[in-house]
């Protein structure tokens, strides 16, 4: 079983920062890829930026500059430094990732619960 475990979402206005992180438990033997996911009211689900086990990054074009995707392998733990915040940026962010399960040894992908980003004056 493999548990993804979200905190550090709330409430901030236009211009703030809020620091998310994300933490994997479980039965894993490693994760390639861990990442960062958002879904505002009525949108799809959305890429906001990814990170390899090496530190290599991507990020989605309306966040550039102003968020920073980083991780701890030894702690499992992935994490998203949100600056510059904008309204638009309101919305559920889930943590993702793409792993190597240790029992089975076969990739596989996990989704945490999910915390509420909100961004208003």
């Known amino acids: 079983q493999v548990q993804l475990v979200e905190s550090g979402g709330g409430l901030v206005q236009p211009g703030g920062s809020l620091r998310l992180s994300c933490t994997a438990s479980g039965s894993i033997f490693s994760i390639p890829t861990m990442g960062w996911y958002r879904q505002g009211p009525g949108q799809q689900r959305e890429l906001v930026a990814t990170i390899s086990s090496g530190g290599s990054t991507n990020y989605a074009d309306s966040v550039k500059g102003r968020f920073t995707i980083s991780r701890d392998n030894a702690k499992n733990t992935v994490y998203l430094q949100m600056n510059s915040l904008k309204p638009e940026d309101t919305a559920v962010y889930y943590c993702?990732?793409?792993?190597?399960?240790?029992?089975?040894?076969?990739?596989?992908?996990?989704w945490g619960q999910g915390t509420q980003v909100t961004v208003s004056s």
């Open positions: 993702n990732a793409d792993l190597i399960r240790s029992t089975t040894w076969r990739r596989t992908n996990s």
